[in-house]
């Protein structure tokens, strides 16, 4: 299974960009990349799933570089209902393995 | 809303209670999951029913016993329970088997807040 890093913790004001960046440096050619949200007390949510280059949906993009050892994932203009915990994941052929994640707090 | 559903919503039970958690997905997918919350641990997969097939994760005590009777139904069986045992159950839904391509977009439901005394 590719193990993923992503920072602990973000602080973003309401209306700014918010870039979370993952590093997958053992990523198999077949895995995917994909991110969930989490709220408290909730189950998460995904969000977006890409395999290169960019992916965006109507919640965010998703850049990933030509070598795939890393990926962003990019919430425009956050607002305070985004403060979750966003979770980078590479999956294949196995069952997801969810990490920490990382904690957005997004301020007024 | 996401289409999966649970029961109870929160649970307190003593060591010595046998008690059932319940999970029913409306999405006519074909896998479901059991996953563990901790306070500040990350999730973690307890079993996978994929076409009537179980996939669990060894680390899993044998208090805690999973039943599928159908696609859309999942149950937790828990007997004999310890306090650390204390979390979050969620319970998830996908379309197509994680083992064979499939699983990656799961659908969550909002979760049992178990406590045992």
């Known amino acids: 299974l590719a193990k993923t890093t992503q920072p602990i913790s973000m602080d973003s004001y309401e209306g700014q960009e918010v870039n979370i960046t993952c590093s997958h440096n053992?990523?198999?050619?077949?895995?995917?990349i994909t991110w969930y949200q989490q709220f408290p007390s909730q189950g998460p949510r995904f969000i977006i799933q890409?395999?290169?280059t960019k992916v965006t949906n109507e919640v965010a993009s998703l850049f990933i570089p030509a070598d795939r050892k890393s990926s962003t994932l990019s919430l425009p203009r956050v607002s305070l209902s985004d403060t979750a915990v966003y979770y980078c994941?590479?999956?294949?052929?196995?069952?997801?393995?969810f990490g920490k994640g990382t904690r957005l707090s997004v301020i007024a | 809303e996401t289409g999966v559903t649970q029961t109870p919503r929160h649970l307190v039970m003593g060591m010595t209670n046998k008690k059932s958690l319940k999970c029913e997905q409306h999405l006519g997918h074909n896998a479901m999951y059991w996953y563990k919350q901790s306070a500040k641990k990350p999730l973690e997969l307890m079993f996978v029913?994929?076409?009537?097939?179980?996939?669990e994760n060894n680390s899993v005590p044998s208090r805690f016993s999973p039943e599928c009777p159908n696609s859309s139904h999942l149950f937790l069986h828990l007997h004999t329970l310890q306090p650390e045992d204390s979390a979050l159950y969620l319970c998830?839904?996908?379309?197509?088997?994680?083992?064979?391509?499939?699983?990656?977009?799961?659908?969550f439901g909002p979760g049992t807040r178990l406590t045992v005394l």
């Open positions: 994941l590479v999956w294949g052929n196995t069952p997801l393995v």
């Open positions: 053992n990523i198999a050619t077949n895995d995917y």
């Open positions: 998830a839904s996908s379309q197509g088997s994680p083992l064979a391509g499939g699983g990656n977009e799961q659908f």
């Open positions: 029913y994929s076409l009537e097939e179980r996939v």
């Open positions: 890409g395999y290169k």
